[in-house]
Structure formats: C-alpha cells, structure tokens
C-alpha cells in the first residue's frame, strides 16, 4: 500500500508540472506565432532566391504574398496593409514594372498612390494611408518617364484598372497566383494581356536591382510640390 503522504507529494508534482507548462504555453504564444495555418504558408513560401533578387530587402520576392510575413502574425517587423508586384505581361517573371503609379481609392472616396520599386514591388504602410478601408479599387499606370522633364514625360504607356473590388486580402499575390491562370487565378498583375504585346510595345524593362535600397522612389503626379 502506498504511502498517503507520497500520493499527495506526487499530485502536487503532477499540478505543479500541469501549471508550468500552461505558463510555458502561454510565454510562447505571446513572442511566437502558434497558428499552424500561417505557419504552413509561410514555410510554404521557401528560402530567399539571391540569383534573382536581392534577399532580404525591398525588392526580395517579387510576386509573393507579402502580407503574409508582413503582418501581425510576423515573422517581418514591418507590417503592410496592401503590397504586391506589378508585371508587363502574363507569363514572364523577369518583366516587372518600375516606378508604375499604383492609385489606391478606398470608400471614404480617399485615393492615395504608391510608386513600385524597380522590381516592381509596392507596399502600403498603416502609417502610410491612415484612413485605408476596404472594400478598394485599384488602377495601375506606367508613364514614358516617371518624374522626367519635357512635355511627353508623363504620358501614359499603358493604364489598367481592376474589374472587380479588393474585399479584404492585403496581398495582391494571394488571388493574383504566379504561374497561374484560371477560375481560381487571374494570374499576376500585369498591364499587358499578352507577352506578344510586350514586345511589340517595347517598354522600359529595368536592369536587375541594385544590392542596396535605391533612393527615394519618384513620387505620383499628384503628389509632388
């Protein structure tokens, strides 16, 4: 027969291993994420691709849902409330726009406009549209010369406008799939619908990022002073 006094040693022990470990749990949840959904999309997403772009910086996974490190859930720091990547056309990857004007209006009849950096990412900040609602319409255009002199500068290459709303998802990538075009996908953004259109319009394809964040990015039209 057991010692009562070592039954009752051995169920504190097993209360204080119970309450240690609901203190281990809750320590983990507050600094690391614990939601296995999130976690699977963000493995999911691979190591960075430093042949194709500069790791780690503004440029890195063009294409991708930023969002999905870019937010509360983590692992990024900086968390973006829209982001994405504009491209020429459909199918290239190494066709991305820079310094398209992306105009965001939301319905509070509040626009705001982002420049994508030279490989073709945008990114919206809280702190950047402070006022940002959804649902939200948004237009993309692309200029001979962003921010350039002479008359001609600002004349439009091509302009294209979503047909249909963002109701909530913060990353362009999540519906606009790379590599994918069906019931399911648009595919990327692009303001082309046809690589053939690409290259009958010749436009301003920019060279590979530089390794460093470039210098502020030229400002929408109805931005400047």
């Not at 609901?22 to 959904?37: E, H, I, M, T, W």
């Not at 953004?189 to 470039?214: G, M």
Request: glycine content about 10%.
């Amino acid at each position: 027969m057991r010692h009562p006094h070592h039954s009752l040693r051995e169920r504190v022990g097993r209360s204080l291993g119970l309450f240690a470990g609901v203190v281990l749990v809750g320590s983990l949840g507050s600094s690391c994420n614990l939601d296995p959904v999130h976690r699977a999309g963000v493995n999911n997403l691979g190591d960075e691709q430093g042949g194709l772009y500069p790791p780690e910086s503004a440029y890195h996974r063009p294409g991708e849902p930023c969002a999905l490190c870019h937010s509360a859930a983590g692992p990024a720091g900086l968390q973006f409330v829209l982001a994405g990547t504009i491209f020429w056309g459909p199918d290239r990857y190494d066709r991305r726009v820079n310094k398209a004007y992306v105009r965001i209006g939301g319905p509070e009849k509040t626009t705001k406009c982002f420049v994508t950096n030279c490989n073709g990412n945008f990114f919206v900040r809280s702190e950047d549209y402070k006022n940002l609602k959804f649902p939200l319409l948004v237009s993309v255009e692309r200029v001979i010369d962003p921010g350039g002199p002479g008359p001609t500068a600002e004349k439009s290459i091509r302009v294209r406008r979503m047909s249909s709303h963002i109701g909530r998802e913060a990353s362009c990538a999540t519906c606009h799939i790379l590599g994918l075009r069906d019931f399911g996908s648009p595919g990327q953004i692009r303001l082309y619908d046809t690589e053939s259109e690409v290259d009958t319009a010749k436009p301003p394809i920019p060279a590979q990022c530089p390794n460093v964040d470039e210098p502020p990015l030229t400002q929408c039209p109805e931005d400047r002073l």
